[in-house]
């Protein structure tokens, strides 16, 4: 996922009084008056679109004291509603360029760090270091606020919560899921701790050649014991032991030069410890007189799958492909037509796949379906075609098509005083990195235009209003050394079989350790 990516991720607030939703993907909401002494700017999501903003505004803000406030979300989605979690990040004093800010950041979950907590893979720490730094967090237990009053306005930046329907027959069976959820619930999401996948069947399918296709791929065929002093949670790493899957095949409607993973997870799943690459030649045919006209990343990129499609490998490498008991493989040039159902009809026996070729040339390469079709059997089907944001509320702009907010450079369009980040500014593109630069370049186009008094002004009731409300709801909010107990309960469960943690994922558990 930009990991999302971003995939990501909770809701931001509205600039008319309305009913307001919330879902998992980060969020951002900036309030404040030009007519304060100091700006108060509400960061709606924890995860890396929400840290990556309230980092830039403090920087170039005086904010040697931060502050954090325990007030809990004011929307709610059903399903006993979200939490909230407010914290300015830890910052030093830099040159002034901006009155001093207070900064508060907003979480639905009663955990922070959204997508570096629930959509990086276990195996990868080292992505997970940059968020999880020194900073404190104020978390709030979940539970229902009601409207968001009319006077917030602010910035949205809350990702993509959904995953992309595939809208073919037999979507709806037993044996598919997003690997949006799957990859929640290895990672200890709680609204994806009841997916239960069956994983008794000896070929996966995963529809989409993305890195977070790749990354639900890796886990799949990681042998478990290499998981075991990660962070994956260990009802996961249970059902993951008892797994048949044997072959994984990452379905594609274009080619070699179209896939979206990078060369970094591709060189992963070539070095997957008992894993074989299964690779057709056929699909690489004259594919190395084109590289001469690719950028470099992409020539790159499409070099190794080459090399590892069409080159012999050296004995040492072949040795280890001889002996390896699991198996993936790249099926480009086929489209999912239907998922076939098992004989009883309780569960998916496979995928017909349109044969597709491609037209046109460099972005505006399209595949087309030629006719043939063939059926390809597994007893999981994953589908990773992309991710996609959800309108939030009729006044706040939203284009359905693109899935984002209509927006000149995180200025949201014909909405004076909204702003908005990350995927629902850009739509459910890139990596963690660049989430991180498109965060810095809203929160200055905010900063900007607050010192060119070009924000609505006009006295606004700012956080006491909602710690008001929320208080008139009886809603007890969770504080950031709430956090920290949590974080050392996790800590402290993971020392005992030597995992860097055990993910505390039911939110009423975490509430009765909390004495809630």
Wanted: with cysteine.
């Amino acid at each position: 996922m930009a990991s999302r990516c971003w995939r990501w991720w909770g809701r931001s607030a509205l600039p008319r009084t309305r009913p307001l939703s919330a879902g998992s993907t980060p969020s951002f909401r900036h309030q404040f008056s030009t007519q304060e002494k100091t700006p108060q700017i509400c960061v709606v999501g924890s995860g890396p679109a929400g840290f990556y903003t309230a980092q830039h505004l403090l920087k170039v803000t005086l904010c040697s004291q931060p502050r954090v406030l325990n007030t809990p979300a004011v929307w709610g989605w059903g399903g006993g509603g979200p939490s909230l979690s407010l914290h300015p990040i830890s910052c030093h004093p830099v040159p002034q360029q901006h009155p001093q800010a207070h900064v508060d950041i907003y979480e639905k979950q009663p955990v922070p760090f959204g997508l570096v907590r629930f959509g990086v893979a276990p195996d990868h720490p080292e992505v997970k270091v940059g968020l999880s730094g020194p900073g404190g967090w104020g978390l709030v237990k979940m539970g229902r606020a009601g409207r968001l009053p009319g006077w917030m306005k602010g910035l949205h930046s809350y990702g993509a919560e959904d995953h992309r329907a595939l809208e073919i027959p037999g979507e709806e069976l037993p044996g598919v899921c997003s690997a949006r959820a799957f990859v929640g619930w290895y990672n200890g999401l709680p609204e994806n701790q009841e997916l239960k996948p069956d994983l008794s069947c000896d070929t996966a399918v995963i529809l989409g050649q993305g890195n977070v296709a790749l990354d639900v791929a890796r886990i799949l065929l990681t042998p478990p014991e290499h998981l075991e002093k990660t962070d994956i949670t260990k009802a996961a790493l249970g059902v993951l032991r008892q797994s048949r899957v044997k072959t994984v095949w990452l379905v594609g409607r274009r080619g070699p030069l179209q896939v979206a993973f990078t060369i970094k997870e591709l060189r992963e799943m070539i070095q997957l410890p008992g894993t074989r690459p299964i690779l057709d030649p056929v699909d690489f045919l004259d594919l190395q007189d084109r590289l001469k006209e690719v950028p470099r990343p992409r020539k790159r990129l499409t070099e190794l799958l080459l090399r590892t499609a069409v080159e012999k490998p050296g004995p040492e490498e072949a040795a280890r492909r001889a002996s390896a008991s699991r198996a993936w493989g790249l099926r480009f040039f086929r489209s999912p037509q239907q998922v076939l159902p098992s004989p009883d009809g309780r569960g998916a026996a496979g995928v017909r796949l349109a044969v597709t070729r491609l037209e046109g040339v460099g972005e505006t390469t399209r595949a087309v379906p030629t006719g043939a079709m063939e059926d390809l059997p597994c007893g999981l089907v994953l589908s990773s075609v992309g991710y996609k944001s959800r309108p939030i509320d009729p006044s706040v702009p939203f284009d359905s098509k693109l899935g984002v907010i209509p927006n000149v450079e995180g200025r949201v369009t014909d909405v004076p005083g909204l702003y908005c980040s990350g995927w629902v500014k850009r739509g459910p593109t890139g990596v963690i990195a660049t989430t991180m630069t498109d965060s810095f370049l809203t929160g200055q186009t905010l900063l900007q235009d607050l010192k060119a008094g070009l924000l609505p002004s006009g006295p606004r009731p700012g956080s006491s209003a909602i710690q008001a409300l929320l208080s008139s709801r009886g809603v007890q909010p969770v504080s950031f050394s709430d956090w920290e107990k949590l974080d050392a309960e996790e800590v402290a469960r993971g020392q005992g079989t030597g995992k860097p943690r055990e993910k505390l994922v039911d939110p009423q558990e975490m509430l009765r350790l909390l004495g809630h």
